[in-house]
């Protein structure tokens, strides 16, 4: 798939972000004559590890989120006591 393609399935993706996920191994890429083209497979497998990322970043906001609100419901607010002092004592 040429890069222009890729570029519309990445969303859009600016091409030097391709070039970059190209130099980084992310995207594999072969030249054919003079153009350039990126494997339907590796798009694939970047957007599966990105769609990974989000679940798991998702996973762990909603984990927290849980951890937060078990905390706030379980635990009751502590009412401190104070004295006031005055000039007088």
Not at 30 to 36: D, I, V
Not at 47 to 56: D, K, N, Y
Request: glycine share 4%; aromatic share 4%; charged share 25%.
């Amino acid at each position: 798939m040429r890069i222009r393609d890729a570029r519309v399935l990445l969303g859009n993706a600016s091409a030097d972000k391709i070039y970059e996920w190209i130099a980084a191994g992310r995207l594999e890429s072969f030249m054919l004559g003079r153009a350039r083209y990126v494997t339907v497979t590796s798009i694939d497998a970047l957007i599966a590890a990105e769609l990974a990322i989000a679940s798991t970043t998702m996973d762990d906001a909603r984990a927290a989120r849980a951890r937060a609100a078990k905390r706030t419901k379980s635990t009751p607010a502590a009412i401190t006591k104070t004295k006031v002092v005055t000039a007088s004592e």
